[in-house]
């Protein structure tokens, strides 16, 4: 079965840190594009970054860029994601999710886990 | 960026009924090399995440129920659901996936 499972979210101080995880399993994440989408409470959806399948090239929002980094361990078949500099407008809960792929478009998100929330107060 | 608008923000229709909701874009998100709309509808129930519901503007993911359909080109986007059933309270985003940063609309949330 194909699924993803997010780990790592907490409550954290502004201008802490945080590693989120997003472990796969049922496929090899080398094969595919991954996103990072946070949904803060009771708001909609906002992509955050996302890594291809080389590894080699990722893009992030620009609320986040020079904050957030993405990578991924290919020996755990894992996502993660650091988060510095947080700031209380982070607060959210994080999905991972899996690129659709070359023929639809890798931009298309059509596995998600269930998230791992972050919240950022002091 | 592009900014999607979705309308109405919330949507109360009877089962059986017809529900529909529109996405606007900022700009086109029509790819004329290939005519192809990059738009896409998910559906999300409470206390779950997303779910890949159309792309294309139009093409059904694999599973999803034929009253579900899409409609539209340019800017101007329709998910329509032909006849409404208890399991499709949620609420409905458009994400347009012309450009980097792709982004999502504000949500429209269908209830019964």
């Known amino acids: 079965e194909v699924q993803l499972v997010e780990s790592g979210g907490g409550l954290v101080q502004p201008g802490g840190s945080l590693r989120l995880s997003c472990a796969a399993s049922?496929?090899?994440?080398?094969?595919?594009?991954m996103h990072w989408v946070r949904q803060a409470p009771g708001t909609g959806l906002v992509w955050v970054s996302r890594i291809d399948s080389d590894g080699t090239s990722t893009n992030y929002a620009g609320s986040v860029k020079g904050r957030f980094t993405i990578s991924r361990d290919t020996a755990k078949n894992t996502l993660h994601l650091q988060i510095n500099s947080l700031r209380a407008e982070d607060t959210a809960l994080y999905y991972c999710?899996?690129?659709?792929?070359?023929?639809?478009?890798?931009?298309?998100?059509?596995?998600w886990g269930k998230g791992t929330t972050v919240t950022v107060s002091s | 960026d592009i900014v999607m608008t979705q309308s109405p923000d919330s949507l109360a229709v009877s089962l059986g009924e017809r529900a529909t909701i529109n996405c606007k874009s900022s700009?086109?998100?029509?790819?004329?090399?290939?005519?192809?709309?990059?738009l896409a509808w998910y559906q999300q129930k409470p206390g779950l995440p997303p779910k890949l519901l159309i792309y294309w503007a139009s093409t059904r993911e694999s599973g999803v129920p034929d009253r579900f359909s899409g409609s539209g080109s340019g800017t101007d986007f329709t998910l329509t659901i032909s006849s409404l059933q208890a399991e499709d309270v949620a609420v409905y985003y458009c994400q347009q996936y012309y450009s980097t940063p792709c982004s999502f609309g504000q949500g429209t949330k269908l209830e019964i």
């Open positions: 049922g496929f090899t994440l080398s094969s595919y594009w």
């Open positions: 999710a899996r690129g659709a792929g070359y023929i639809k478009n890798w931009y298309l998100m059509d596995v």
């Open positions: 700009q086109s998100v029509l790819y004329n090399s290939n005519n192809k709309n990059f």
